[in-house]
């Protein structure tokens, strides 16, 4: 991982989650693993050297270049993300889209009533079945304001997230 980055001259923060338990509790928290490598690119959790998620994060984050909310550009929820296809939700089933794993105080997503657990399915009508295919969402969109889907247990609810 280290050579790949370097490689592209971007630069990281190393964590050795074997020596440093908030490091390692941080890892678990955001990704759902214990394994390594985690990688943390925005608001993508890549578990593992999945070089082509990879690849597409790092590109998303070359074309927003500083953070903007305008039409196009990266946005962010200000939601820890990942893909919910990865995981067995309460009572064992399993689902398509974004699971939030966590919110940041003051953010849009928080603003809009996202809670931790939530499954983000449809931005815009459009349906999601993982982290990238939100990020593209969400850049597509056209507007301030997006509508998005979620699964919240067995109930499906709409929100307006506010950027």
């Known amino acids: 991982m280290k050579e790949f980055l370097s490689q592209r001259n971007i630069p990281y923060t190393e964590k050795y989650v074997d020596r440093d338990r908030e490091a390692a509790i941080e890892m678990i928290r955001r ?54 296809g990865r995981y067995a939700l309460p009572g064992g089933t399993r689902a398509e889209g974004a699971l939030v794993g966590g919110i940041k105080p003051g953010s849009p997503a928080e603003q809009a009533g996202l809670k931790v657990g939530d499954v983000i399915v449809a931005v815009e009508d459009r349906p999601i079945t993982s982290v990238d295919e939100l990020s593209e969402a969400l850049s597509a969109a056209r507007s301030s304001t997006v509508k998005l889907a979620l699964a919240r247990g067995t109930t499906r609810r709409e929100v307006t997230v506010r950027f």
């Open 31 to 84: 990704s759902g693993q214990q394994g390594v490598p985690v990688t943390v690119i925005g608001d993508q959790v890549i578990v593992g050297f999945d070089r082509p998620r990879l690849e597409r994060a790092i590109s998303a984050m070359s074309e927003a270049g500083a953070p903007s909310a305008g039409v196009g550009s990266r946005r962010s929820l200000g939601a820890k993300v990942a893909d919910a």
